[in-house]
């Protein structure tokens, strides 16, 4: 028997839009042309693919020319890490911060390893945001680029993009910003932004897996990080996911169109989510700032019990919540964001993380928290932090 699920890990993937899905689908059947060639099937694909690269420039205004199509938030960002690192003969620093995505982290790490790169890691306040002055503060004549994610896929603390990216600027210095999880949730201008590129993921806003891309700015220029028969202007070659590249555009309209419904909308099942939980469920917290993060990202921390073990519950009944970000939550190790936070090994292992989505219901909220103070319940129930002394 099929079990229908409650879905809360929105952060991890979103569900296909419906309008994406039905875009997508002649790519995949009668459309199904190598945009390079140079008949009709292959004309009409590759008008196709300058139709989403319009559409997601619109998203985060920019130039069609400036979009370049990859398999995704990672290859983008690995792109413009090695791209940046390659050019670079005598500058061999980077400063990032210490919640970054794994592709960032693990990159950079790579870069030191194998490169001789000098990797500074800029720490973060409870709230989970860095101290711009002390990104300044590390910055040297051998900087060759700052890379700090917009919103952390965890917690979801906003960074301050923008007097990064002036900072980066007045130092002459290349300024990457993954933007998975901010573009198409909140506002974002590239008009308004000096980020020279950045990342984005098809599949954190209801577009299909397997697709993303990089921007850059005009006059960044990198080597391609994939060789071959010189697609997406030289920048990364390999037959393009067409179909991928549709689904992606559609969905970046879609985003655009309704973003401030959607931030409203989310906003507002965010504050019920937690007036139940608060009003429902004892000795629980949030970890970061509520103020200063994404609505649709609340990561909790419920006293005496193991956030793994509650997340397994919920599973068993439909619902479908994170323990850390998804491309990590089955390693060993901590969260490195809510020990880069102050939490202590303890109160990292007792937390979740919920995330809203655009299709989430009040019904869906109230079901999550119905749920949510059964498992902790029963869970406390065993728990010798809980035990009634006799």
Not at 11 to 33: C, K, R
Not at 307 to 333: D, P, Q, Y
């Amino acid at each position: 028997m099929h079990k229908q699920h409650i879905y809360f890990d929105y952060n991890a993937t979103t569900p296909l839009d419906p309008s994406v899905l039905e875009s997508m689908l002649p790519y995949l059947q009668d459309n199904f042309g190598n945009p390079s060639s140079t008949y009709s099937l292959g004309y009409h694909a590759k008008q196709a693919i300058e139709i989403a690269r319009k559409d997601i420039a619109n998203l985060i205004h920019a130039e069609n020319g400036n979009i370049f199509f990859t398999s995704g938030g990672s290859e983008a960002n690995s792109t413009i890490l090695k791209g940046i690192a390659t050019k670079s003969s005598d500058k061999k620093h980077i400063i990032t911060s210490s919640i970054e995505h794994p592709a960032i982290l693990k990159t950079c790490d790579y870069l030191k390893k194998h490169h001789g790169f000098q990797i500074t890691t800029i720490p973060v306040n409870s709230a989970g945001i860095v101290d711009v002055n002390h990104i300044e503060r590390t910055i040297t004549d051998k900087t060759i680029l700052v890379t700090v994610m917009m919103v952390n896929n965890e917690i979801g603390s906003i960074q301050p993009i923008k007097e990064i990216g002036n900072l980066c600027k007045k130092h002459k210095i290349h300024f990457h910003c993954d933007a998975v999880q901010a573009v198409g949730k909140i506002p974002f201008n590239l008009n308004e932004l000096p980020i020279d590129s950045l990342s984005i993921s098809a599949h954190k806003i209801y577009g299909p897996k397997g697709v993303g891309c990089l921007y850059l700015r005009e006059s960044v220029n990198i080597p391609p990080l994939i060789l071959g028969g010189s697609q997406e202007f030289g920048m990364r070659s390999g037959t393009e996911n067409v179909a991928g590249i549709v689904g992606f555009g559609i969905a970046a309209k879609l985003a655009q169109e309704n973003l401030h419904y959607n931030y409203t909308k989310i906003v507002r099942l965010r504050n019920l989510f937690l007036n139940k939980l608060y009003s429902e469920i004892d000795d629980c917290s949030i970890n970061g700032e509520i103020n200063d993060t994404v609505p649709s990202t609340i990561n909790i921390q419920f006293s005496g019990i193991r956030g793994e073990s509650l997340a397994s519950m919920l599973n068993e009944l439909g619902v479908c919540v994170s323990i850390a970000s998804a491309c990590s939550s089955t390693s060993s190790k901590l969260s490195h964001v809510l020990k880069a936070i102050g939490k202590t090994d303890e109160e990292i292992r007792s937390s979740i993380r919920v995330s809203i989505g655009t299709v989430t219901t009040e019904e869906e909220i109230d079901e999550l928290v119905r749920n949510l103070k059964q498992s902790v319940i029963k869970l406390r129930s065993f728990s010798p932090k809980y035990q009634i002394s006799v």
